[in-house]
Structure formats: structure tokens, C-alpha cells
T-cell receptor, first 115, second 110 residues
Framework: GAGVSQSPRYKVAKRGQDVALRCDPI?????LFWYQQALGQGPEFLTY????????KSGLPSDRFFAERPEGSVSTLKIQRTQQEDSAVYLC?????????????FGEGSRLTVL | KNEVEQSPQNLTAQEGEFITINCSYS?????LHWLQQHPGGGIVSLFM???GKKKHGRLIATINIQEKHSSLHITASHPRDSAVYIC????????????FGPGTSLSVIP
């Protein structure tokens, strides 16, 4: 596709369920970021991939959060045993370069609601 | 203290007004991004700049690296400009790290 694609757009989960959120970046983009955006807040960094390597996962809030990008393209953010505080929009962004001046392209986000 | 701050937090303007949103940061950066987020929508990159000034249509972005400050200006504002405008900075590190500001919520009234 022409842009960054995320799925599902909306996900409702019962507390304790596992969820998986998918990000399909722009083809050829090296850098991929996951962000968490709570209602009324700016995005907060979760993790960063350079191709298939997860170079930074310092923003993942707990060990229930896990991200992968095994082939350096599609990425999946998995949240185990979801809690209500996990409710947020999860944004994925990709960038063509690994350098310092790559323009960011964002997906539409996946809105997770944990009941 | 947040590493990226924006002002104002909320802004209401009349259609046609000139609007300025400010961003200040406290870290060393390689680039600064201005992003637009419509309610319920995704984020769109408006500008990425590391020096000087950029213009796109009615939007102008400036940055002063020495003062660690950037401004986003909207000329002849229109109701469709209503959105949250987010300033984000790419850090000078060995990999891409971007820190987002809290956003400025703009409402342009007809």
C-alpha cells in the first residue's frame, strides 16, 4: 500500500485477554516505531526497530508488552493479559532512513479498549 | 520538566486569524517535526526541519536551534485547520528516537 497500514482499527478486549496489533509499514522503510497515545495525551514512545532488529524497547510499560518485526517489514505489538490501563490508541510510524532526519509516516492507529 | 513543551495547550481562533503555536525543547536534536492529528484520525507529518524556515501553503514552520525553539504559523486560518498540532523532536543519538510534545488543540470557529 501507499501508506502505513494498521489493523485492527478498533479492538475491544476483556481484561486478561491477549491482543495482537499489526503494523504494515511503507515498503522499504527501515525504521519502525510503536507509540501509545492515551486519550488527550501526546504519543509516548514504546519501541523502535531498525529493519528486524529491536534497538530500543525502553518505552514498553511492562513485560506484558512484546513487539517483533521478524522479517524487517510487518511488525506486531502483542499485549498479554490486558489491563484497563492498556486502553489507548497504538500508533505505528515508519521512516525510510535510519539517520537523524527521516520523515515519519504514521498509520491510522489501533484503538484498544479493555473492559 | 518535559523535554518538549508546547504552548498554548488549547487555542480557539476565528476564521481568518493568524495563528502561532510554539514548541520549546531541552535536548539536543537532529530534526524537529510538526504533526497534525484530526479527531479520531491518524497523524500526518506537516514539516520536518533542522534549520531555518519551511512553507507549505498557508503553513509556515520556523526553528531556532540556538534558542531551542520552533513555531508553527497558520495564515488565514480555516475551520478545517481544527486539529491537534504536535511538535516532536528527533534526538541526536545513534538510532532514531523521537520525543513528542503534549500537543496543542486548535479550534477555528467560522
Amino acid at each position: 500500500g501507499a501508506g502505513v497500514s494498521q489493523s485492527p482499527r478498533y479492538k475491544v478486549a476483556k481484561r486478561g485477554q491477549d491482543v495482537a496489533l499489526r503494523c504494515d509499514p511503507i515498503s522499504g522503510h527501515v525504521s519502525l516505531f510503536w507509540y501509545q497515545q492515551a486519550l488527550g495525551q501526546g504519543p509516548e514512545f514504546l519501541t523502535y526497530f531498525q529493519n528486524e532488529a529491536q534497538l530500543d524497547k525502553s518505552g514498553l510499560p511492562s513485560d506484558r508488552f512484546f513487539a517483533e518485526r521478524p522479517e524487517g517489514s510487518v511488525s506486531t505489538l502483542k499485549i498479554q493479559r490486558t489491563q484497563q490501563e492498556d486502553s489507548a490508541v497504538y500508533l505505528c510510524a515508519s521512516s525510510l532512513v535510519t539517520g537523524f532526519t527521516g520523515e515519519l509516516f504514521f498509520g491510522e492507529g489501533s484503538r484498544l479498549t479493555v473492559l | 520538566k518535559n523535554e518538549v513543551e508546547q504552548s498554548p495547550q488549547n487555542l480557539t481562533a476565528q476564521e481568518g486569524e493568524f495563528i502561532t503555536i510554539n514548541c520549546s525543547y531541552s535536548v539536543g536534536i537532529s530534526a524537529l517535526h510538526w504533526l497534525q492529528q484530526h479527531p479520531g484520525g491518524g497523524i500526518v507529518s506537516l514539516f520536518m526541519l533542522s534549520s531555518g524556515k519551511k512553507k507549505h501553503g498557508r503553513l509556515i514552520a520556523t526553528i531556532n536551534i540556538q534558542e531551542k525553539h520552533s513555531s508553527l504559523h497558520i495564515t488565514a486560518s480555516h475551520p478545517r485547520d481544527s486539529a491537534v498540532y504536535i511538535c516532536a523532536v528527533s534526538l541526536k543519538t545513534s538510532y532514531d528516537t523521537v520525543i513528542f510534545g503534549p500537543g496543542t488543540s486548535l479550534s477555528v470557529i467560522p
